[in-house]
């Protein structure tokens, strides 16, 4: 007798309209999603933003609470996300040990080069970071744990983007295309195309203040078993104390680092 084939969602299941969401954890998701790009906010202030009663928030976050999804903050009355938050996110980085891996290396790279330390991978055809080691000087690059940027203005897009099959790089492009940020963005596919055969030349990209003038980012991918680019390993810093020079050598620092990585995880850098 066969064993029927796990699924994860019923057979044909591809609606995607209302009537198929839960509303209520709608609700929720969208007040959790409002705790977390503040530093805590009142029963008022959150029904006041989510657009709904008092009564159904404070019902919604004593429910997140008893998850530990939500802490609240007695003193000030304000609401917080709460560690339990942080457990199920976490959960996120266990597709895979890179995270782990690559903590050490980023420490080596911060304090070699004095500057910030980042670890980014792809999602949604855009770069999604990860984590960082802060350098401890005052200007200094700052990438929040869940921050985004675009592939093609990003060092660790970029670097991904230089070992992805031509095919998958076309169809980032089509879909997001290539919008300018500063006067040096990448703004064409013939640049972005000559970037990427650079960026595989050397091992490594170079983001020159195409995302924000006067920052700079070196950046070097890391690979799977396979030898495909699963994350990138940067370093940041302001132009003028990371010049073009300073950031060539640096680039070999940030390669390094991530083929240590690629060989920590059991991968293999491409040819």
Known sequence: MT???PRGRPRAFHDKTD???IQSLDRAMSLLRALARTNGLTLSELAERSGQSAATVYRVLVTLQGHEIVEFEEGAQRWHVGAGAFRIGSGFLRRANVAERSRGAMQMLMRATG????????TRDEVLFLTQVET???????????????????GIGKALLAYYPEARVAAIVAEKGLPGFTSLSITSEASLARDLARTRERGFAIDDQERAEGM????APIFNAHGEPVAGLSVSGPAFRMTLSEATRIGQEVRRAADSVTAAIGGTRPG
């Open 3 to 5: 064993q029927p084939r």
């Open 115 to 122: 500057e910030t330390a980042n670890l980014g991978i792809e």
């Open 136 to 154: 401890h000087e005052a200007i200094r690059a700052f990438f929040p744990p869940g921050t985004r940027s675009p592939m093609h203005v990003s």
């Open 19 to 21: 009537q198929n969401t």
């Open 216 to 219: 700079r980012c070196v950046a």
